[in-house]
């Protein structure tokens, strides 16, 4: 059998559904702190104690997550494990204030809820921890504390480190379309009221106090510029050996979370197991592109095995399985990517090999050939690399110049993590390619593998105390279409530290590292490899402040060059046997409901990703809209919707702008109005702008009654900028 040959999926079993499920709304859980959390449960209706599964998220249970709770619920329970969902402390309908996302409090309230359901007679005392995104990373942080009876999680697309790979920064660099769209859509959804049903009298002065006491995030979150304290609060890094759980972490190489997945599978010695495929920041059985599989076929193997205790094979499975892309035409929303899936016995991949590519007057040159030097001690000797260009290009000596650009970057990603609309890939990226200089390899005689984080080495002077570098990797075709492989960003005056930045020297030359996605690709025979730089990444990115010029320089005493991870072929040295995978999607028992206020199904707004320059202001704009209905299981309607305006100027690179505006319309049963709903309108606005010393920041909220007024507040700070 070779490393790449499957074993048969009968080999492969898992609990079946054999249990009628029992279900229960509002189950309270007592936090050490008196504040009560609301569950909701699912159970296979047994004499015997089960183990049980625990997710943790703000996202309102019994409203928005209604469905899917209920989905996921019941095939749980039915193969044998009990589903417990919590509405975290402040949101849904759990008690308490969120006064910030991931707080020490609600992370204790995790350990908590483990211990609790632990010690209930339908438990059998083996709990874990699962969720995607906020419910991947609340299993993580509460995995650190290490519960007693928490024995394995499950981080879907999670983080272990708030500030390297989050929402909020990246590279140093403060970001725009991601933190607008969640930042400004959570004000909102965090103003959504608890069930009306579980509150009687006293909900219209429950949620009333909780609007009252509930701050818009966003402020704290940009007065923490650097790394510290504030964003080690609920990050796993860099204490790695905290967790003592077993790990399954999923991710997606077009997820903002891709990153983690690798280093917690390099760095966590606890067992730990680690799939990644080609998907944006959904489930994998339904994220865009393919090819899919059954994830939760694979958690519940995972759980047999840590919570149930069957030895099922897990153990003997690849730690690590992750689909290595090929070159596609690059488009924003395709359907499915080419590629294989690979598996290896450990990572990094136990054959990989650091190759350099040194930067020369427009090209890739060496043969790509081992080690580095200057900055970490290597050399340029050894045989030529597999992947080696049909000709070696010479390393020329001289200097790259290019200026600042705010506005550059549109033809890439919308965000850093994407995928589905609105938020579409990277297209063809050859109109970007002029706001800074490309090297490109000759074309390549053999195929290129890599696997892990690609780095660039670069000696750098700007003129300017403040800089971002923005790097892609990219496949240049035959027919001379550019297609993103990985992308990579540095606010330079992090060079040295996220914690203690410090200003650029004007007109020194430094030698810099800026490490890139990780990635998992392979470059065909006849495709070359491309490293463009730019100053900016719009609308990815907010753009430095100063006006700049910047100055590349290569050659033998300034050795500016790229660095992969490349790998053996596919079934080469430290490959290993890839698991037969489904590729159906689960039984999913979705609840449908008609809505009863009689107007009709759901319906969905047109997405909108557009782009607008305006040559007279020298500006462009990004304009987003994403929004729709949903009938949740008892025929309520709930309508979110979030625009979005981001403006740069390239002239003044100290002002940029996003507006937001984020809406939720939702129905409310208040026990004394004999059926009729309560209709509820939520409306969160804001605005940020910036100068060259500051970012300034409103936020209104308002939230509408049947049509009157019930609350109303805005929120307005200016933050220095420091060195972003």
Known sequence: MTATDRPAASDRDASEPRFEVASTWDVRIRARDGVELSANLWRPVTDRPVPTLLEMIPYGKDNWRRAADMSRGQWFAARGYALCRVDVRGTGSSYGVALDEYTADETRDGF?????????SW???????????????TAIQVAALRPPHLRAIVPVMATDDRYLDDIHYR???????????????????NAMPPDATFRGDAWRADWLARLDATPPWLFAWLRHQADGPYWRQGSLAPDYAAIDAAIYNIGGWHDSYVDPAFRMQARCPAPSHTLVGPWHHSWPHDASPGPNLDELHEIVRFLDRHLAGHANGWDEEPPIVWFEREYAPPEPFPTILPGRWRAASAYPHPAVTTRSWRFGDGALGGDGMNGGDGMNGGDDSGSPAAGSPVAASPVAAGIDRFLHRPTAGTRGPLSWGAGSAP???????????????????PPLADALEILGVPEIVIHLAVDAPVATLAVRLSDLAPDGSVALVSAGVLNLTHRASHTDPSPLTPGLVEAMRVPLRTAGYRWLPGHRVRVALASSLWPVLWPSPYPATFEVHRGPATPS????????????PGDAIVPAYRTTPPALDWPAADAIDGDGSARAD????RIEEDVIAGSVTVHIHDGGEDIVPDGRRLYAAETLRMTAWDADPARAEFDAHVVYRWQEREPDRDGELTRIEIRADARQASTRSDLELWVRLEVDVDGGRFFERDWQEVVPRRLV
């Open 171 to 189: 590279g140093g660099c403060l970001t725009v379309s991601e933190l607008s769209q969640y930042a400004v859509s959570q004000v909102a959804m």
């Open 561 to 572: 060059r790229l660095e992969l991870p490349v790998v053996p072929p596919a079934g080469g």
């Open 423 to 441: 938020n579409g890939l990277a297209r063809d990226l050859r109109r970007d390619e002029d706001a800074g200089p490309t090297y490109t390899s």
């Open 112 to 120: 908590d809820a483990v211990e609790w359901l632990a010690a209930q």
């Open 606 to 609: 047109p997405p909108a990703w």
């Open 123 to 137: 438990c059998d005392g083996n709990v874990a921890m699962w969720g995607i995104s906020y419910g991947g990373f």
